[in-house]
């Protein structure tokens, strides 16, 4: 027998139609049978709490893994902290509100924003805001159509995906394109607007982009800034940080500096830092796999015999020197001939 959804069997009449309730029997209730009244406790176990979530292994983690950023861990931890107290306070009958999670992250590419909302979706998971520690990245692309009536969908669609974890929407000042009369970003950021109030228990929303543009976007849409509680900077890293993010990458994937190497490595990051397009962590991350490919190349080209783990493991000065990056150290006579030269 099929049951229609919300109804129990039997609420059918016998021509298929929905028939009134009957009324419900009167009976006689036991004081006993209630169920009793749970008075607050007069305190709340903190490390107990604290043991059941492992919230501070997520946050320990965060420091291992990320180099510097002093200032986005210290407010990743004041906002756990809040998050803890609020479900203590709870425990005891005092009054906590929801707070408001949704967040901006703002800084350079490569200083870890993806890497926090992860380890931030963790957090909240383990503290029983979010149902999973999912993160659903997205840009503009995601979300705005190109025609009428295609927007809507776009964006609901994200939005069905990341509820009961996080959003996380890079760039999302390309959301707002007011010179141009025939952009639909704004209908996205008034749908998105109506789900981060509308389903703030069960949704946060990270939006991620260069700081000065974020701020525009933020001055033009007051809506979206008023729903936005915690602003996050990322700041830059310096030359020595980016070398303890290096160390920290080679070390994962077994990789060595050989003798002179680090030094050239270290040469090579103060000429990128002052190119075009540097991205800090994630162009370490690229160089030092560019450095493979060309210790690869060269333990492949010296022979057939048999290679040490020492020699399987050691990135070499010349597997650095030889980057475009310093083309223009190199003499004249070391470049390609231009083509049609003689």
Do not use: W
Not at 127 to 134: A, N, Q, T, V
Not at 302 to 327: H, Q, W, Y
Request: with cysteine; charged share 30%.
């Amino acid at each position: 027998m099929s049951i229609e959804f919300g109804m129990r069997p039997g609420a059918r009449g016998s021509q298929g139609f929905v028939t009134a309730p009957s009324e419900p029997e009167e009976y006689d209730v036991d004081e006993e049978e209630l169920d009793p009244v749970v008075e607050p406790r007069d305190e709340a176990d903190l490390a107990a709490v604290l043991d059941e979530t492992n919230v501070v292994e997520v946050l320990d983690q965060l420091d291992r893994e990320l180099i510097a950023l002093l200032p986005v861990k210290t407010r990743i931890r004041e906002i756990a902290a809040l998050l803890l107290i609020d479900r203590l306070r709870t425990e005891v009958g005092l009054a906590s509100e929801r707070p408001s999670l949704h967040m901006s992250f703002t800084g350079n590419p490569g200083t870890g924003k993806t890497t926090v909302a992860m380890k931030m979706a963790q957090v909240l998971y383990r503290l029983g805001y979010i149902e999973e520690p999912r993160v659903v990245a997205c840009t503009r692309d995601d979300l705005v159509g190109q025609y009428v009536g295609h927007t809507a969908p776009k964006t609901k669609e994200v939005l069905r995906r990341a509820y009961g974890g996080v959003l996380f929407i890079d760039e999302a000042y390309y959301l707002y394109k007011p010179e141009n009369e025939r952009d639909y970003g704004q209908e996205a950021i008034e749908i998105l607007l109506q789900a981060m109030e509308n389903h703030r228990d069960d949704l946060v929303v990270i939006l991620a982009g260069y700081r000065d543009r974020m701020d525009t976007f933020f001055r033009s849409n007051p809506g979206m800034s008023s729903r936005v509680a915690h602003h996050i900077d990322f700041p830059d890293y310096d030359v020595d940080e980016l070398m303890s993010i290096a160390h920290l990458m080679m070390d994962h994937q077994n990789y060595v500096f050989g003798e002179g190497a680090e030094e050239a490595f270290r040469s090579y990051l103060e000429r990128r830092v002052k190119r075009p397009r540097f991205a800090h962590g994630r162009s370490v991350r690229n160089s030092i796999d560019r450095a493979r490919l060309r210790q690869a190349n060269r333990l492949f080209a010296e022979g057939t015999g048999t290679l040490s783990r020492e020699e399987l493991m050691t990135i070499t000065p010349d597997d650095i020197l030889k980057s475009s990056v310093f083309a223009e150290d190199r003499e004249p006579e070391d470049e390609e001939p231009a083509l049609g030269a003689h």
